[in-house]
T-cell receptor
Framework: AQSVSQHNHHVILSEAASLELGCNYSYGGTVNLFWYVQYPGQHLQLLLKYFSGDPLVKGIKGFEAEFIKSKFSFNLRKPSVQWSDTAEYFCAVNAGRDDKIIFGKGTRLHILP | DTAVSQTPKYLVTQMGNDKSIKCEQNLGHDTMYWYKQDSKKFLKIMFSYNNKELIINETVPNRFSPKSPDKAHLNLHINSLELGDSAVYFC??????????????FGEGSRLTVL
């Protein structure tokens, strides 16, 4: 069965620090990978996605993620975070055979002004 | 215009009661989902419907029964509520499902508290 692991449950950073949130999935076949974000009091929204092609994916608000197939990883990065990036971040995977998008447990990111 | 709307946003009820949460999407999508987010923020898929047909039915107690009267609506009815049902329930929709676009559009969630 597919599963997604996010290793960091709670991350606290100062503004302008660099960010990397880890995500690993368990599925040996072709996968589609996503990062979703949930800002305080708002609904989840898609940050970026990987289906195929360039393993380095650019998303909204300066975020990017790199798919490393050999490591089953899809880590999210941002070179310089802002206070407004405070949110919950969810990594998700779809195995491509069905409509199931499986979410990780989320990482709560807190940016100090 | 809210793309995916859920009602009610908050629901407080006693154990043993029956309650429903409604979801409507105006995006013209053909696939709708229910997810449950527990107190630890873990998002777990419950059901998925495509054009009113049940596609995904995860290991969910029989007390949970989804109903899709048309492809724009997916309601969730819960019988004999238990304490463990307390959670935030998210409705979502997509066009073609995860295997096609992968982008889910979520509602704002319905926070259910069972006392």
């Amino acid at each position: 069965a597919q599963s997604v692991s996010q290793h960091n449950h709670h991350v606290i950073l100062s503004e302008a620090a660099s960010l990397e949130l880890g995500c690993n999935y368990s599925y040996g076949g072709t996968v589609n990978l996503f990062w979703y974000v949930q800002y305080p009091g708002q609904h989840l929204q898609l940050l970026l996605k990987y289906f195929s092609g360039d393993p380095l994916v650019k998303g909204i608000k300066g975020f990017e993620a790199e798919f490393i197939k050999s490591k089953f990883s899809f880590n999210l990065r941002k070179p310089s975070v802002q206070w407004s990036d405070t949110a919950e971040y969810f990594c998700a995977v779809n195995a491509g055979r069905d409509d199931k998008i499986i979410f990780g447990k989320g990482t709560r990111l807190h940016i100090l002004p | 215009d809210t793309a995916v709307s859920q009602t009610p946003k908050y629901l407080v009820t006693q154990m043993g009661n029956d309650k429903s949460i409604k979801c409507e999407q105006n995006l013209g999508h053909d696939t709708m989902y229910w997810y449950k987010q527990d107190s630890k923020k873990f998002l777990k898929i419950m059901f998925s419907y495509n054009n009113k047909e049940l596609i995904i039915n995860e290991t969910v107690p029989n007390r949970f029964s989804p109903k899709s009267p048309d492809k724009a609506h997916l309601n969730l009815h819960i019988n004999s509520l238990e304490l463990g049902d307390s959670a935030v329930y998210f409705c979502a929709s997509s066009q073609g499902g995860g295997a096609v676009t992968g982008e889910l559009f979520f509602g704002e969630g319905s926070r259910l508290t069972v006392l």
